[in-house]
């Protein structure tokens, strides 16, 4: 796979090349697209073919038989995280966002509060707050090298009684944190001193660096089964967000049973596309390709945090998982208005900003760095030179 190849997504209706001009004023012309997650890769070979024969057949009627595809999530569950999928409680969805909100309407009340650690994945709260729920912030904290922990202390303070659901993003956007085994346990045992649902997703939980180990949630605390949804999905990890299909796995009969009402209730079934490319990605073939795209990753994301670490009073956080780099400017005494207008108007790089993701992400801005390594290697020169002033 040549990761390097620059592939040009100009005019194709991709999000993040197509609507940065509309949403930031950065011209994709000369300006570089760092904001929404997904990648400027074509996905493994074996994707493509599955692509290929469906087109080459022609005909795109209604899917049927998951077989393979379920068969194909049990192998790499059990391959690559040793997590035993319960076969019968996967749902697949119209990607995890959409998951996220049919556990909402599933497993919540209007009014009911929804627990997420924030700054964390922006669609969280818009989906919670655009179903009438209501978002409770439980700040991360930084620790002296600069990592996210969480302070249970605090979060069992700070709740009223009122809250039903906890969203973990594990690994976690926009930190890049891979929590650990204990991290997880505490996130459990906090859901039953509450008694929350616990909604864990793991969409980024291939892309970790090498040398870093993600734990599933079912091993960490495998005893609160009773109240665990699990997102997990094919499109961050190959590259295929476009094809809107995810996974919401529930082991519980009961959960189970008031989540398939609700996606009867919403008339969902499966894109065959998506599941045509899901089922190919989870194959040998894909699992030798991501691990060729996490050590090129790491490699972005070495040069990306080499480049913008020199500029005095800018951090980039220690990146574990995701291919989201989230730097804070707060060290450079600048507003985020200011260092957000030299990222976009002088650097003229696309950007997300942090304080879409939630209380402390204010000082921060999220650059992805998934993209051929030229290309991070130019947005690192280019932020040198826009607050090169500092220097
Ligand atoms: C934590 C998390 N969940 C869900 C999504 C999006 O999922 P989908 O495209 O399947 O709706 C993202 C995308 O960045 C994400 O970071």
């Excluded at 094809?243 to 609700?262: K, Q, S, Y």
């Excluded at 020169?381 to 220097?391: E, N, T, V, Y």
Aim: aromatic letters at 10%; proline letters at 5%.
């Amino acid at each position: 796979m040549n990761f390097d190849e620059e592939i040009d997504r100009v005019g194709t209706h991709s999000a993040k090349w197509d609507k940065m001009e509309g949403i930031y004023g950065v011209s994709p012309e000369d300006g570089l697209a760092m904001w929404v997650a997904d990648m400027d890769f074509r996905p493994p070979e074996v994707v493509q073919a599955a692509v290929q024969r469906m087109a080459d057949h022609g005909v795109y009627g209604y899917f049927g038989n998951e077989g393979p595809y379920l068969d194909a999530i049990e192998w790499w569950m059990r391959e690559r995280h040793g997590w035993d999928v319960p076969r019968d409680g996967v749902f697949t969805t119209h990607g995890l966002v959409n998951g996220t909100g049919l556990c909402l309407d599933a497993f919540t009340e209007p009014g009911d509060g929804v627990v997420l650690f924030t700054p964390v994945y922006h669609a969280f709260a818009r989906v919670i707050r655009a179903a009438g729920r209501t978002v409770v912030e439980c700040p991360l904290v930084q620790d002296e090298a600069g990592t996210y922990r969480m302070d249970f202390d605090a979060y069992d303070a700070a709740m009223t009684g009122s809250e039903r659901m906890v969203i973990l993003c594990s690994p976690h956007n926009p930190g890049g944190r891979v929590w650990s085994a204990e991290e997880l346990r505490a996130v459990a045992d906090f859901a039953v001193r509450h008694d929350l649902v616990l909604v864990s997703d793991e969409i980024h939980h291939d892309l970790v660096m090498p040398g870093e180990s993600h734990t599933p949630m079912p091993l960490a605390a495998p005893d609160i089964a009773d109240r665990l949804v699990m997102l997990t999905a094919t499109t961050k990890t190959f590259n295929i967000a476009g094809a809107h299909i995810g996974n919401v796995t529930i082991a519980d009969p009961e959960l189970r049973c008031r989540f398939a009402a609700r996606m009867g209730a919403m008339g969902m079934s499966p894109n065959s596309f998506g599941m045509h490319m899901a089922t190919a990605a989870y194959s040998p073939e894909g699992a030798a390709w991501v691990d060729e795209l996490t050590g090129y990753l790491d490699g972005n994301r070495r040069l990306f945090d080499e480049a913008v670490n020199t500029i005095p009073g800018v951090r980039s956080m220690p990146m574990q998982a995701t291919y989201l780099a989230w730097v804070d400017f707060s060290g450079t005494g600048m507003e985020p208005r200011e260092f957000t207008r030299r990222v976009e108007k002088d650097a003229k790089i696309a950007v997300n900003h942090g304080d879409t993701f939630g209380t402390g992400g204010g000082a921060f801005l999220r650059f992805n760095v998934a993209t051929p390594r030229a290309r991070v290697a130019e947005a690192g020169a280019r932020l040198q030179r826009a607050f090169g002033d500092l220097q």
